[in-house]
């Protein structure tokens, strides 16, 4: 009875310890997957750099791969080659983790392949075979084509002084890791001050990162205005694992609505240290499926109550497209509905090795072109006298995802309170009071922002290739930018 009484003390404080104090692991068991995603992106940056970017391999290793924390090789060589006839990137000797390739595809940009394909399996892989858009757009005006004839002429009321501050606050940045490529400011539908930095031009694409979120809802956003697609109806597509016959899926009550806002209550698989290791990683950087992933997760709130910033949320937005628009109609849809139609020529959105677009991040597009995105945003979804979005539509992009209400968003760019996110666009802060709150921004990781500022009739373009601590920040820029600017 003696040793009873003792052991009953100590289960009960065993009891009430936290259960990570009981069970700790130490071990990454994810490490190897680690390994391969990491060679994946080198192969992915690399393909791109050359072939997307026509970057030199000085450049993508000075920049591009900045990002990796140890990336193989220097531009002198090293256990990577570089295919020129197939334009074709191949990194890793194959003895640790698979040997990952890349291969440039017409229309789309790189494309990654399995671990177990080799570069015989190029002719495999999808492509999109339409006729481009005329090349010579020095003969077409701007917005339409790149013919800007009284370039930098600023109307009255414009500070230039303030506009040179503001450019070169953008430029010159205290961090080294802040690294800008190009800034874009349009006023009134003209561009009034364009700059780049050395090896980049008005041509030159980089990779949009979540900047082609804001794009995908564009595109889900047109089938909503056709009633193609419905904001408050199931996604329509069967999730995995399938439920026994009889049983109801809760996850089918998931709505289109729900993973615009990033609140689909699903389990975030791309979240909690797990990015670069499984989830939607394994699509973006190692030749898994977009599509198989995104079926998978259970669900663990109720759709529309918690914002969790998930990759896969968009994708199964993306796939619901794909349903909609069928098989056929699939590749080409996103050139025919919104890329051709206000000139977006150098824009190409990326797919998996399955030929489904990786719209939450796989786009490659210069600043122009984005330029362009939200100047059709601006003229209130209207390009040319034609209706391309409704104003239903901007209004709900641009309306705080409820889940978001009072939320503090914690992230590189410091914090933000509450009505911070819309849907696939992100939305001034209740903190912040120092712009325009109708204000409204895409973003993507290393520093991409194209912000929409009805206000002041502004579009702002910053493209960055930002690494380690990032930190720029979308917001202080506008600040800066309004200086230049008459109150409106």
């Known amino acids: 009875m003696k040793t009873l009484f003792m052991l009953v003390p100590f289960l009960s404080l065993l009891s009430m310890l936290p259960a990570a104090a009981q069970q700790e692991e130490t071990f990454d068991y994810w490490q190897p997957n680690r390994i391969m995603i990491r060679h994946g992106q ?9 072939f997307t970017s026509n970057r030199t391999l000085e450049q993508i290793f000075e920049q591009e791969l900045a990002y990796l924390p140890n990336p193989i090789g220097t531009a002198s060589g090293g256990d990577y080659s570089v295919d020129w006839e197939r334009k074709a990137v191949s990194v890793g000797n194959g003895e640790e983790t698979p040997i990952m390739r890349a291969a440039f595809r017409r229309g789309v940009g790189c494309v990654i392949m399995a671990p177990d394909q080799t570069l015989g399996d ?3 892989l999808p492509e999109i075979t339409m006729p481009p858009l005329s090349d010579d757009t020095t003969r077409i005006l701007w917005p339409d084509g790149d013919l800007i004839p009284h370039l930098y002429d600023l109307p009255e009321g414009v500070d230039i002084n303030a506009l040179i501050a503001a450019s070169d606050w953008t430029f010159d940045r205290e961090s080294e890791e802040q690294v800008t490529l190009s800034l874009l400011v349009i006023h009134n539908g003209a561009i009034l001050h364009e700059r780049y930095a050395r090896g980049v031009n008005s041509k030159t694409r980089t990779r949009t990162w979540s900047t082609a979120k804001s794009i995908a809802g564009t595109l889900m956003g047109m089938l909503v205005d056709q009633g193609k697609l419905s904001l408050d109806e199931p996604l329509g597509f069967d999730w995995h694992p399938q439920v026994s016959s009889g049983q109801h899926d809760p996850r089918s009550a998931i709505t289109l609505r729900n993973v615009l806002n990033m609140s689909s209550g699903l389990y975030p698989i791309d979240n909690n240290g797990l990015e670069y290791a499984t989830g939607s990683g394994l699509a973006y950087w190692a030749g898994g499926s977009s599509i198989q992933g995104l079926r ?43 890329l051709d139609k206000i000139g977006m020529r150098n824009t190409l959105l990326g797919v998996d090795r399955f030929g489904d677009f990786i719209l939450s991040s796989q786009v490659y597009s210069n600043a122009r072109d984005l330029g362009r995105f939200g100047l059709l945003y601006l003229q209130e979804g209207v390009w040319n006298d034609e209706r391309l979005i409704s104003e239903d539509w901007i209004d709900f992009i641009r309306t705080p995802a409820p889940s978001s209400a009072g939320r503090n968003r914690a992230n590189d760019e410091g914090p933000g309170v509450g009505n911070f996110y819309g849907a696939q666009w992100w939305l001034v802060p209740d903190d912040r009071t120092d712009v325009p709150k109708n204000a409204y921004s895409t973003s993507g990781n290393r520093g991409q922002y194209t912000i929409v500022v009805p206000s002041h009739n502004l579009v702002i373009v910053r493209r960055g290739l930002d690494y380690g601590n990032q930190g720029f920040n979308r917001w202080d820029l506008l600040r800066e930018v309004l200086k230049a600017f008459p109150a409106s």
């Not at 080198?42 to 050359?50: D, E, I, P, R, S």
């Not at 109720?302 to 349903?323: H, I, Q, S």
């Open 42 to 50: 080198q192969a992915m940056f690399m393909c791109n750099g050359l």
């Open 122 to 124: 190029i002719d495999t």
């Open 296 to 338: 998978n997760a259970g669900l663990i709130r109720e759709p529309g109550t918690y914002w969790d910033y998930e990759n896969y949320d968009t994708l199964r937005g993306v796939y619901a497209m794909k349903l909609a628009v069928g098989e056929e109609a699939y590749l080409e849809f996103p050139r025919r509905a919104l």
